[in-house]
C-alpha cells in the first residue's frame, strides 16, 4: 500500500442540477440541489484512498456544520485526518452548477482554506514519511510552496494540480515532479491552445507533464520522448464535477505501487469514467476492486 499525503481544500460544494445553465442575466428553473462534501484537496484524498492508497489530509475545515461534515466523510472514506485543522469560521464552499450533459460551472469561497497559509509543526514529518504528495491550488500559494519544498527535501515524489488556473512561480514548479493540468490549465500556463505543444513547454519547467482532455483521455510529455496520447474509456457522463481529482488519486495510487506511466494512465482513466457516470463529486468516486474490474474487463 502506497503512502500519500494530500496538501490541499476541503468544501461543501452546493451542487444544482439544471437542463441547461444560465447565462449571464438569465434564471433558469432547476430540478435539484445537494449538499456534498468536495474540494480538490479532499476529493483526490478520497478518491486515492478508495483506489487503494494509505492517505492523509492536511487541511482546514470550519467550526460549523459543514466542517464536522467534511471532516466525517474523510474519515469514512479511510482517509487519516490527524492534520486536518478546525479554524474559526466557516469551512469552504463551491457553489456548482450541473446541465444535462455532465458539464459544469464552479464559484469556490475559499472560507478555512485560506487560513492554510503554512505549514504547521509536524506537517513536514508527515509529508517527509509518504511516498507521494498531491497538491491543488484552492489554498494559499504560500502552503503549496512550503509543502511542495518539504517534499522536495525528503525526495518525496510531488504532484501538482493547476487548479484554478493561474500563472505559477517558477520556484514552485522547480520542486514538481509530475503537472496535470486540464486543456484549460495548461493554456493559462502557456499560452499554447493545443494541448502537445502546451505539455511540450512545460516540460521547460517539469519533468513530466499529463494534460487532461476529458473525453479524449490525457497527454503524458517526458523529457527526451514524444509526448503519447492514452485513450479514455468511451461512456455517458452525467456528471463530471471531480472526475479530475478522481484521475490524479488514483494515478498517484497506481504510481505508488510502481505501475508504468501508461498503465496507470489507463487505470486512472477507467476510474473518472466511473465517477462521471454518478452524481457528486466524492461521493460519485470508485472503490478499488470497481476500477480493476473495468481495468481487466
Do not use: C
Not at 96 to 117: F, K, S
Not at 219 to 228: I, K, S
Amino acid at each position: 500500500m502506497t503512502d500519500i499525503v494530500v496538501l490541499g481544500s476541503t468544501n461543501m460544494d452546493l451542487v444544482t442540477y439544471v437542463e441547461k445553465a444560465p447565462q449571464r442575466g438569465e434564471t433558469v428553473t432547476g430540478r435539484e440541489f445537494r449538499t456534498i462534501p468536495g474540494g480538490k484537496g479532499a476529493n483526490q484524498a478520497i478518491a486515492a484512498a478508495r483506489a487503494g492508497g494509505n492517505v492523509s489530509m492536511i487541511g482546514a475545515v470550519g467550526n460549523d456544520a459543514y466542517g464536522t461534515r467534511l471532516r466525517s466523510t474523510l474519515e469514512h472514506s479511510g482517509v487519516d485526518t490527524d492534520d486536518l485543522r478546525t479554524a474559526e469560521g466557516p469551512s469552504g464552499t463551491a457553489h456548482i452548477v450541473v446541465d444535462d450533459e455532465g458539464g459544469n460551472a464552479i464559484v469556490v469561497i475559499p472560507g478555512a482554506n485560506g487560513t492554510l497559509d503554512h505549514l504547521s509543526p509536524g506537517d513536514e514529518g508527515v509529508i517527509a514519511a509518504a511516498d507521494t504528495l498531491l497538491l491543488q491550488l484552492e489554498i494559499p500559494l504560500a502552503a503549496v510552496l512550503a509543502g511542495a519544498q518539504a517534499a522536495h527535501r525528503h525526495d518525496v515524489r510531488t504532484i501538482l494540480t493547476p487548479a484554478p488556473a493561474q500563472p505559477l512561480p517558477r520556484e514552485l514548479l522547480a520542486t514538481i515532479d509530475l503537472l496535470v493540468p486540464n486543456e484549460h490549465e495548461a493554456t493559462t500556463l502557456t499560452g499554447r491552445t493545443d494541448p502537445r505543444e502546451a505539455a511540450t513547454a512545460l516540460l521547460d519547467q517539469v519533468p513530466e507533464v499529463v494534460v487532461t482532455l476529458g473525453a479524449a483521455g490525457s497527454l503524458y510529455a517526458t523529457r527526451g520522448a514524444d509526448p503519447v496520447t492514452v485513450p479514455a474509456p468511451k461512456i455517458t457522463a452525467v456528471d463530471s464535477t471531480g472526475a479530475g481529482d478522481t484521475f490524479v488519486g488514483a494515478l498517484a495510487v497506481a504510481l505508488g505501487e510502481g505501475r508504468p506511466m501508461r498503465e496507470a494512465l489507463a487505470w486512472a482513466a477507467e476510474a473518472a469514467a466511473l465517477s462521471v457516470q454518478r452524481e457528486g463529486a466524492s461521493v460519485s468516486m470508485p472503490y478499488r476492486p470497481e476500477i480493476d474490474a473495468r481495468y481487466t474487463s
